[in-house]
């Protein structure tokens, strides 16, 4: 009671809510600017809170960091342009409505489910922050390789039709993250000696290439264009029917998010891929997943908005950043004399309730600033085809620019635009090869760094309890996808040959 | 089938040419058991053996279903005109990699604007040219005056 008591009071007292609202607008623009990741909005708004009062600078930047989340969706649902990496699962389902005239409804459900995810997330941070920062402190790289494996174990239900093919395009992002400089030795792999490649090959470039730019050069052959008549320009909110259904993914999202975002470097991306699989494995509506399903955009959105609350949970409590976004917010505190950990709590109580009190303000206008400027973003992608492609375009170039100041990586989103069309062409699917780029460093620097550990004994994986129940979780996840296919398999093999047309 | 037998003969052909790639990579003193290119020599060989499974069942295929299932895919374009098409909407693409340090970002990005919508089918209009400027100038205000990117300038200035 009394902390509610101080956060009303601090509501009142100093520009928390102005701070939660500017920060939140700030982070739905760069969130929603493919390239410009939460961590480049979040810093660029560093040096303004220098002379900021603490409470304000932290919520500004803490509200950057959850609008910024955000906002990744929503090029991700309107132009296939996941804007940060963890929207990438929400392209699958979001696209596919939106190509449907439905991304007035996608947009209205992922709002929806990022503003309870973000919630869910912050009272998870208040409630739990001590019991999860022991999750956080008891994480190994023995663990973390297995979190790797346990997010690979996803890939058999993304690949679509064909394992096969699913497994092919994993292995082909897991190479993709080989390139740069070896994480343990410093050798430099693949770089061709181009020194833009030794910081390796950044995930978000081969998504913007994977998804947008092969979609730009696959709608330049495309005959048909819906006109603006026959689809949804409004935002719409899902209906109770539809709010039930969307329950049991969003308990999931929110679920796996909590859990993913307590662990330094997991990450919303994970989180997010994790809850569209188990989403899909619980759903009573399978066959619509990739296809423009409801749940196939909650899930995703409402674990990676309860990441965005949780992330906070190893930087408060030992000043672990966990990502760039994390490690922005700790240099905020620094810059205020505020030093993380457990007596910061003690020492500095009314910044860490003011924290949460501007989170839940953040959350609440995400969905007021979110019903303001969807309609104007669904306005705009249905302008005529040929200035809508031409703007995309535009939009990728001057995004991917931004990300390191490099035409180099202009080339490298053009040319996986290229493999994107040649994937199309074959049939491999776009989001196993993007799982295996995200979690390729991962894997392969704990992998190493757990052997070094053992002096090279594989047996240390199984004797890390974490390891053990996340590698385990991982094998049931894999063992069961195979199941699944081999019985639709047999039972396509004795259905009648009408049924196999 | 001739579609997974191109995937899996591309995918072939990225294998060995990295585990060739992965076999030249030196070795640090510092390196590990594994080594830099441990794990890229283990995933060239899945990638070798998934592309030899993949053909395998292409050619298996008609024999273990009774019917073959790409009789059911939707009506495309003509794979030369797909082709070409992308390779348009590339090369505007290229093209701004080559203006962009000599005529800096604006008027690349005008450019580029402009190229596009006449690709897609747009005739060249003084509305075309407008909204080109247009566009460009709220990529401009956006990216380089609210969001600080030091974008290229005109003769690299």
Same mark, same amino acid.
């Given at each position: 009671?009394?902390?509610?008591?101080?956060?009303?009071?601090?509501?009142?007292?100093?520009?928390?809510?102005?701070?939660?609202?500017?920060?939140?607008?700030?982070?739905?623009?760069?969130?929603?600017?493919?390239?410009?990741?939460?961590?480049?909005?979040?810093?660029?708004?560093?040096?303004?809170?220098?002379?900021?009062?603490?409470?304000?600078?932290?919520?500004?930047?803490?509200?950057?960091?959850?609008?910024?989340?955000?906002?990744?969706?929503?090029?991700?649902?309107?132009?296939?342009?996941?804007?940060?990496?963890?929207?990438?699962?929400?392209?699958?389902?979001?696209?596919?409505?939106?190509?449907?005239?439905?991304?007035?409804?996608?947009? +209205?459900? !992922? /709002?929806?489910? #990022?503003?309870?995810? $973000?919630?869910? *997330? =912050?009272?998870?941070?208040? %409630?739990?922050?001590? &019991?999860?920062?022991?999750?956080?402190?008891?994480?190994?790289?023995?663990?973390?390789?297995?979190?790797?494996?346990?997010?690979?174990?996803?890939?058999?239900?993304?690949? +679509?039709? !064909? /394992?096969?093919? #699913?497994?092919?395009? $994993?292995?082909? *992002? =897991?190479?993709?993250?080989? %390139?740069?400089?070896? &994480?343990?030795?410093?050798?430099?792999?693949?770089?061709?000696?181009?020194?833009?490649?030794?910081?390796?090959?950044?995930?978000?470039?081969?998504?913007?290439?994977?998804?947008?730019v092969s979609e730009l050069y696959r709608q330049a052959s495309a005959t048909q264009w819906r006109k603006t008549g026959d689809v949804q320009t409004k935002i719409r909110f899902p209906d109770s029917a539809l709010r039930r259904r969307l329950l049991r993914p969003q308990l999931l999202g929110s679920t796996i998010g909590t859990l993913e975002g307590v662990m330094p470097g997991a990450g919303g991306t994970i989180a997010s891929f994790m809850s569209y699989n188990e989403a899909r494995r619980w759903s009573r509506h399978k066959e619509e997943f990739g296809k423009g399903s409801p749940e196939g955009v909650a899930a995703p959105e409402t674990a990676n908005n309860a990441v965005a609350a949780t992330a906070l949970v190893p930087v408060l409590s030992f000043g672990i950043p966990g990502s760039n976004s994390a490690a922005i917010l700790l240099g905020g505190l620094l810059v205020h004399g505020l030093i993380p950990g457990p007596r910061l709590f003690e020492e500095n109580g009314d910044i860490v309730v003011g924290l949460y009190a501007g989170l839940f303000v953040a959350c609440v206008s995400l969905l007021l600033i979110g019903m303001l400027i969807l309609p104007l973003c669904l306005w705009l992608v249905h302008r005529p085809k040929a200035y809508l492609m031409a703007f995309i375009y535009a939009l990728i170039f001057s995004g991917v620019y931004s990300i390191n100041h490099s035409l180099f990586d202009v080339g490298l989103v053009l040319l996986a635009g290229v493999a994107g069309t040649f994937m199309r062409l074959v049939g491999l699917p776009f989001l196993p090869a993007v799982l295996g780029v995200v979690l390729g460093y991962l894997m392969e620097s704990n992998y190493r760094r757990s052997l070094v550990l053992s002096g090279g004994d594989h047996g240390i994986f199984l004797e890390d309890a974490i390891s053990l129940g996340l590698l385990t979780t991982a094998m049931l996840f894999i063992t069961g996808s195979l199941a699944m296919r081999a019985y639709l398999f047999i039972r396509r093999r004795h259905a009648p040959v009408e049924n196999q047309r | 089938m001739t579609r997974d037998l191109t995937c899996s003969a591309v995918l072939l052909i990225?294998?060995?040419?990295?585990?060739?790639?992965?076999?030249?990579?030196?070795?640090?003193?510092?390196?590990?058991?594994?080594?830099?290119a441990g794990l890229p020599i283990l995933y060239a060989t899945l990638l070798a053996t998934l592309a030899l499974a993949l053909a395998a069942k292409a050619i298996l295929r008609p024999?273990?279903?009774?019917?073959?299932?790409?009789?059911?895919?939707?009506?495309?374009?003509?794979?030369?005109?797909?082709?070409?098409?992308?390779?348009?909407?590339?090369?505007?693409?290229?093209?701004?990699?080559?203006?962009?340090?000599?005529?800096?970002?604006?008027?690349?990005?005008?450019?580029?604007?402009?190229?596009?919508?006449?690709?897609?089918?747009?005739?060249?209009?003084?509305?075309?040219?407008?909204?080109?400027?247009?566009?460009?100038?709220?990529?401009?205000?956006?990216?380089?005056?609210?969001?600080?990117?030091?974008?290229?300038?005109?003769?690299?200035?």
């Open positions: 009671m009394d902390s509610l008591l101080l956060a009303l009071t601090l509501m009142a007292t100093t520009p928390l809510i102005p701070a939660a609202v500017a920060g939140v607008s700030w982070g739905i623009l760069g969130g929603a600017l493919p390239g410009i990741s939460p961590s480049i909005t979040m810093a660029l708004l560093l040096p303004l809170t220098y002379g900021m009062e603490p409470n304000s600078a932290i919520v500004l930047l803490a509200s950057t960091y959850v609008g910024a989340e955000y906002g990744g969706s929503i090029p991700a649902i309107l132009i296939n342009t996941p804007g940060t990496n963890a929207a990438a699962a929400t392209v699958l389902d979001g696209y596919a409505m939106q190509q449907q005239g439905r991304g007035g409804e996608a947009l +209205g459900i !992922s /709002l929806y489910s #990022g503003v309870l995810g $973000g919630l869910f *997330g =912050l009272t998870m941070l208040i %409630v739990l922050t001590e &019991p999860l920062a022991r999750v956080a402190l008891a994480f190994t790289p023995m663990a973390y390789f297995a979190l790797g494996i346990l997010g690979l174990s996803v890939i058999a239900s993304l690949s +679509g039709k !064909s /394992l096969l093919k #699913g497994l092919a395009a $994993g292995v082909l *992002g =897991l190479m993709i993250a080989t %390139v740069g400089s070896d &994480p343990v030795s410093g050798v430099p792999r693949f770089t061709f000696g181009q020194p833009e490649l030794l910081d390796g090959i950044a995930p978000i470039l081969i998504m913007v290439g994977l998804f947008a | 990225i294998s060995v040419s990295y585990y060739a790639l992965a076999s030249g990579i030196g070795r640090s003193a510092l390196a590990d058991d594994v080594g830099p024999l273990l279903l009774r019917a073959a299932d790409d009789a059911a895919a939707k009506p495309a374009p003509p794979l030369g005109f797909v082709l070409r098409r992308a390779a348009g909407v590339f090369a505007i693409g290229i093209g701004y990699l080559l203006i962009v340090p000599l005529a800096g970002y604006f008027v690349a990005l005008i450019l580029v604007i402009a190229a596009m919508a006449l690709f897609y089918g747009e005739r060249a209009s003084a509305r075309l040219a407008a909204t080109a400027i247009a566009g460009a100038a709220v990529f401009w205000v956006l990216f380089v005056w609210l969001l600080g990117i030091p974008m290229p300038s005109m003769w690299g200035t």
